[in-house]
């Protein structure tokens, strides 16, 4: 098969379309015929060698894809060979095909093309399982997205709409708020222009920025309040003064989703199926793409991403 590889780490221009060997599936595992996948921050890093692939996953970038069942593996009986599915992947996305444990593949959800589908897995697991398995975000509540328009922060703006929470999301451009007030956030805020912590209290933060951010979205947050660290755009030391901590019995997480065991994404998937799929499927949630490139100019889709012009997914389709 065809995969992305990356030779040397470096720029856009190292990514390269070449012929690998084929993945053949293990006890428990799906071969999908690979119809799209999309780039990730995460596949961003790993071309510039700053995040390496965990142990046993395919080389290749690629957190997610759509496709077609191709094969299945001993021990599986949740799919069958034509089947039509989505999937979170541990790597390996920019590729013609790709083995995954069946606990992290989902079947595409109803009103959703097959391409568009590849957009979803890595956005509404991250999603589903920060503001809502671990921040516990109820409808009487306010959650502040930072990062709106990225990938993860369309969706977490849509989900939390679509839950009947209140939210509120930050952006760097006048469009990307315009965009995301069309998304369903009740309130937006220019942090080039203003100051978030001085105008919004919320019970749940999802934050990429990390360290830049860290006092000040404690400040943010209201007694009882869970700040949930995703990314770290803005650093990764700070200085907090725990007396705020304590005062307003506050919660700081930091997770990642890559490096999880199957299982632990398996509940994850399980959850979005079950909760986030029927959504989709009633057009309250839906994958916001900004562009379609082919895969096998992988290198244009991440001039686009590092451009930081995008709104939403960038998919990579074969
Ligand atoms: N921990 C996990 O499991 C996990 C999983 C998935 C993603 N992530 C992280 O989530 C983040 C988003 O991922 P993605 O792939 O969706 O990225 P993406 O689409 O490339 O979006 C990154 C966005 O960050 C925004 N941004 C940069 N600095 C900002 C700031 N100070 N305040 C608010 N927004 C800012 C930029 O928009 P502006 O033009 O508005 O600045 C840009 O659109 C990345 O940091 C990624 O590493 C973490």
Same mark, same amino acid.
């Given at each position: ?31 999908i015929?690979v119809a799209a996948s999309a ?25 997610e894809c759509s496709g077609v ?15 039509r599915v989505c999937a ?20 595409v959800?109803?009103?959703?093309s097959l391409v568009e589908a590849a957009g979803l897995p ?54 990307? /708020?315009?965009? %995301? @007030?069309?998304? &369903?956030?009740?309130? *937006? =805020? ?6 978030? !912590? $001085? ?18 979205? /404690?400040?943010? %947050? @209201?007694?009882? &309040?869970?700040?949930? *660290? =995703? ?6 030391? !700070? $200085? ?25 994404? &398996? ?52």
């Open positions: 098969m065809r995969a992305i590889v990356i030779p040397v780490t470096g720029g856009p221009e190292v990514l390269e379309w070449r012929e690998v060997p084929d993945p053949r599936p293990g006890r428990g595992e799906v071969l015929e780039v990730n921050r995460a596949d961003v890093m790993q071309r510039q060698g700053r995040y390496d692939p965990p142990p046993g996953e395919p080389p290749y970038p690629g957190l069942v191709a094969e299945v593996g001993e021990n599986v009986e949740q799919f069958r060979v034509g089947d979170l992947l541990g790597g390996g996305g920019y590729a013609e095909r790709v083995t995954v444990p069946w606990e992290q593949v989902m079947p959800p109803d009103g959703v890595e956005a509404v697991c991250t999603v589903w399982s920060n503001v809502f398995m671990l921040g516990r975000l109820r409808r009487s509540e306010t959650l502040l997205v930072h990062g709106g328009a990225s990938g993860i922060g369309t969706m977490a703006v849509q989900l939390a709409k679509a839950f009947g929470s209140r939210v509120v999301a930050t952006a760097g451009r006048a469009d990307k /708020l315009e965009r %995301l @007030r069309e998304l &369903g956030a009740d309130e *937006v =805020i220019n942090y080039r222009e203003e100051d978030f !912590a $001085e105008k919004v209290r919320a019970d749940v933060i999802l934050d990429i920025v990390g360290a830049k951010y860290l006092s000040r979205n /404690l400040q943010a %947050l @209201r007694t009882g &309040g869970r700040l949930i *660290v =995703i990314g770290l755009q803005g650093g990764v030391k !700070a $200085e907090i003064d725990l007396r705020t901590l304590l005062a307003k019995r506050a919660a700081v997480y930091g997770t990642t989703l890559r490096s999880r065991p199957a299982d632990e994404k &398996g509940a994850i998937v399980r959850g979005v199926v079950g909760s986030v799929w029927p959504l989709v499927a009633a057009g309250a949630v839906r994958p916001v793409v900004y562009a379609e490139v082919p895969m096998a100019e992988a290198a244009e889709a991440h001039r686009m991403l590092d451009s930081g012009e995008h709104v939403g997914k960038i998919l990579l389709v074969r």
